[in-house]
């Protein structure tokens, strides 16, 4: 996208608030107006100028001092599964995918809940409620998919992801915390890697990387990894 399509669009940026990330530091966000229609096409654009969707906005890290956050996208073509990827793949063969049209099964929320409560406990998402899941995993755009996984009749994933011009954003996955083996986490990147390479997508976008934030340090294992760096994609080392 060309600076002169953004300086045409509205945008609203928040107040200074405390870092999710980063402890002590202070983080702004910019949001694309809502009142903007988005398009596929539009969407696409801003994602590859470093936005990101959460429920119903479009938005990026806007910080005064700090640009730690960085967008980070998956080669597709160029990824080749390491030892440790080939066994996560070959672990979860047992599983099977449903995509679905909405989320209304009781039983999506109640897996939610058990993620959020194990893997997030004391952060930004805990508790988890029902407004919460509703605003920011069931609300969807025109692009967006859900795809369920099941070990026989049995829910143990999910995966909220964008399908978008040229590549596949993965907006959100939850997961049974309770099948650590599996490594579900990482085998539902490698489901949406797959899957980008069938609709011959050249990217995932994987959101926000950033290098002081351990929770963040699992997207560099998926290489070859492209980094947002002074408005310019470029590979990370």
Known sequence: ?????????????????????????????????PAVPVSRALYSRLVTVGFRR?????????????????????????????????????????????????????AFFALYCRYIDVRHAGGDMHPPSREQYHSFIE???????????????????????????????????????????????SFMILWQIERARSLELPYVYLGYWIKECEKMRYKTDFRPLELLLNDKWVLLG
């Open 139 to 185: 609300t969807r755009s025109d692009s967006t998919q859900f795809h369920a996984f099941y070990l026989q009749d049995t829910l143990v994933a999910l995966a909220v992801m964008d399908e978008l011009d040229h590549g596949l954003s993965a907006m959100y996955s939850f997961f049974d915390p309770q099948l650590h083996s599996r490594s579900l986490g």
């Open 54 to 106: 959460s429920g119903a906005h479009l938005y990026r890290p806007a910080c005064d001092q700090c640009q730690a956050c960085l967008s980070c996208r998956i080669r597709v073509q160029d990824f080749v599964a390491n030892k440790r990827f080939r066994r996560i793949w070959k672990r979860n063969q047992d599983l099977h995918s449903r995509q679905l049209s909405h989320l209304d099964d009781p």
């Open 1 to 33: 996208m060309q600076i002169e399509e953004l300086q045409r669009l509205h945008f609203y940026q928040t107040s200074p608030h405390p870092c999710s990330y980063l402890e002590g530091l202070e983080a702004r966000t910019i949001f694309l107006d």
